[in-house]
């Protein structure tokens, strides 16, 4: 039972993240009651320990998001931005979490999620079955 209750968590999170319907229970969607939000673009904002964070789900291994992540067109400096990835393989979900240790880089991380977001809604499309997008 407990594994069930952290696999229907998961899908729950994922589920909002992509602002998509629970189709899991009767309800038509879910509330965060923490300190994530959403600032657009499938990103979300959360000023965690390391300061702020901008959060992003792709449904893309991560090896995959990370090769997206090394082609960003952004010229920082490497130390300027970190992007950590958590991969779920369960539910095939790989969630970047984007810190940037120095106040003067933070400005930019909305852009940098969202930049990430779109590259890796893109490859989901092209991947996607149906071949519609190929």
Partial sequence: MDRQLRALGRNLVLATMRDRRVGLLPADGVVFVGSLVPCGGNTFRRTGPRGEERRLAACLPAAQVRSILDASPFDLPDD???????????????????????????????????????????????????????
């Avoid at 880089?105 to 079955?129: G, K, M, N």
């Fill in 80 to 134: 300027a931005v970190h992007a950590d990835l958590k991969c779920d393989e369960d539910l095939g979900v790989t969630v970047v979490n984007f810190t940037a240790p120095h106040r003067a880089f933070q400005r930019q991380l909305d852009e940098i999620a969202r930049w990430a977001a779109a590259a890796c809604l893109v490859e989901e499309l092209v991947a996607s079955p149906g071949g519609a997008w190929r």
